[in-house]
């Protein structure tokens, strides 16, 4: 198990309407992050990620 502290972590904006939280793993496979997305993101047209690993789970509205 790794143990990542709320002060440890970092926060950056994505956009206007997505507010990011990571919290350090130290693991190249793996991070952990919060994202507050109020509105549309991407803004305009989509995002993809080509290849990647990873889990979502949506705390409060949906997911599409």
């Known amino acids: 198990m790794k143990i ?3 002060h ?4 950056h904006s994505n956009a206007a309407s997505c507010k990011v ?3 350090p ?3 190249p496979m793996i991070d952990c992050a919060i994202a507050n997305i109020s509105g549309r993101y ?3 047209r989509r995002l993809v990620n080509l290849e990647c ?3 979502d789970y ?3 509205g ?3």
């Open 4 to 6: 990542s502290l709320k």
């Open 8 to 11: 440890q972590t970092t926060e």
């Open 21 to 23: 939280r990571e919290y």
């Open 25 to 27: 793993l130290n693991d």
């Open 42 to 44: 991407p803004e305009t």
């Open 53 to 55: 690993n990873e889990l």
């Open 58 to 60: 949506v705390f409060l």
């Open 62 to 64: 949906e997911g599409k």
